[in-house]
């Protein structure tokens, strides 16, 4: 039997994916399902591809499309033959949006060796070339209870890392009574669970970092040393134009505050290459940001118009040109990445193994297991070299 349930985009989208697969399971008819993405102009492409790709696998079923991409343009997949129904993000973890039985807690899954826990949804910014508000609406909070719920599902079922996600994580608790902090729900699941190994963040916008967050990811072991920050471009102006909260300046101090206070941590960051109005100063802002924040975890996104977002209407750089720009922001991280890996070798890490024969240290550094090594398993290695990109 092919696989039920396709996931493009970001890792809210794989978190739910797991609470669809489970419902989709108890349906009175087969179904498969394609959780969309629409992040870039590519990942809306990809997702048509992958509607094509199931259909073919699953000529008989059932075939919903979920996700931002259906919820922001669902003329666009409804009008495909391959689709028999479009569920829109706002109804996608509902049972009976799936025609099945009312869904217990998420279970475990056997796809994968951490899990993923959603703890909000939508965002109440505005950035300039974001059209996900659009798919995901206003920002909705998970009260510290639910998450709790939740996370303990997870432990019941033998998870030993735990990951909270969302679209704007650190926004989390601004709707709930009492408006509380992403560190007070941290905090929460760390003396909720204290036999929980590990705990990861994802991506972080870095204005939003309150002080006990900052003091739980730079003193508390259980929290994984590995930040991933919402930067999206290296120079002012750009963010200026971005309508992004923080400057260059800023974005290099919380780096060097971070690294000052647990040297062991691993700096991520999403970077947009070729946005509207870039000059060769701005590219080579965005190039030396990374050698600046010490980012060895890059998410490089080459710049594609949203129609419906103020940077769409913007003077654009020309598409050759934002590929190249990519290409050298990612040599860039690339560069750094490589000096990074360097410096593990021959220092013993906890290593949680994946399905693949590959696992990942705290920092979130990349090894190949030795051979027979369970999934799910937390291993104590020292790597001796760099091969294809792992530590071994």
Known sequence: MSEAVVTLGCRLNLAESETIRGMVAGSSQRTVVVNSCAVTAEAVRQSRRAVRRLRAANPDARLLVTGCAATIAPEDFTAMPEVDGVVPNAAKLEAAAWQAPPAPLPAPSARHTRAFVPVQTGCDHACTFCIIPAGRGRSASQPIAEVLRTVEGHLTGGAREVVLTGVDVTGWGADLPGAPKLGDLVAAILAAFPALPRLRLSSLDGVEIDGLLFELITGEARIMPHVHLSLQAGHDLTLKRMKRRHTRAEAVAL?????????????????????????????????????????????VFPYSPRPGTPAARMPQVPPPVVRTRAAEVRAAVAATRTCWLEGLIGFPREVLAERDGTGHSPEFAPYRLPEGTAAGEIVLLTPTRIREGLLE
Not at 278 to 287: G, Y
Request: charge should be negative; charged fraction near 20%.
């Open 255 to 299: 780096s060097e505050r971070l690294r000052k206070a647990r040297p062991q941590i691993a700096i991520g960051a999403d970077l947009i290459a070729g946005f509207p109005t870039e000059d060769d100063a701005m590219h080579a802002a965005n190039v030396g940001i990374v050698a600046d924040c010490g980012i060895v975890h890059g998410h």
